[in-house]
Each structure stands twice: as C-alpha cells, then as structure tokens.
C-alpha cells in the first residue's frame, strides 16, 4: 500500500513566462491562480472551468486536476507539486 504521503500537495514549483521558477504552498497557489483568473475573459477560459461560480473554486479545480492554464500566445503557466522533505 502506498504511503498516503506521497500524495500531499503541500509545496509546488511554478513556472511562469519572463520569470524565475517559484515555490509555493497550496495556498499561495491558490492565491495566485485565483487573481489570474480574476483578470481573464470568461470566453477565454477553458470550458471545464466555465461551470463553476467562483474564481477560488476554478483555481481550486485546476490545482486538483491539472498543471496548466493557457494564458495566450507566447505565455505560459505551469505548477507541479513537489516534496521539499524527505
């Protein structure tokens, strides 16, 4: 059985366009991806995030099932949770 430990998400690294990589709690990440999505179009958000009434339950959605988010030509933003302990 697998140790329920490698499933936490507490930390994560984020790559963003014209930036250095940065780690992040689950909480910090949230933050962020809840002001990102606050500044975008409703048509330019992918459909699957459309149904939820809320920024923080969309962010809360991409963190549980993805590690992207489409920001337009040439930007990108990306997260992958790691383990900062052993």
């Known amino acids: 059985m697998p ?4 499933y ?3 930390h994560f690294v984020v790559l963003e366009t014209n930036q250095p990589e940065q780690f992040l709690t ?6 962020k991806l809840t002001s ?13 995030l ?8 969309q962010a ?3 963190i549980d099932t993805s590690c992207d988010l489409d920001l337009g030509p040439d ?5 992958y949770a790691v383990r900062l302990e052993k």
């Open 26 to 31: 689950a909480s910090e990440l949230l933050t």
């Open 50 to 57: 459309r149904s939820f009434d809320s920024h923080q339950a």
């Open 3 to 6: 140790d329920p430990l490698m």
């Open 75 to 79: 930007q990108y933003l990306q997260w």
């Open 60 to 62: 809360q959605y991409l």
């Open 8 to 10: 936490r998400q507490d």
């Open 36 to 48: 990102i999505l606050q500044t975008m179009n409703f048509e330019d958000l992918p459909s699957d």
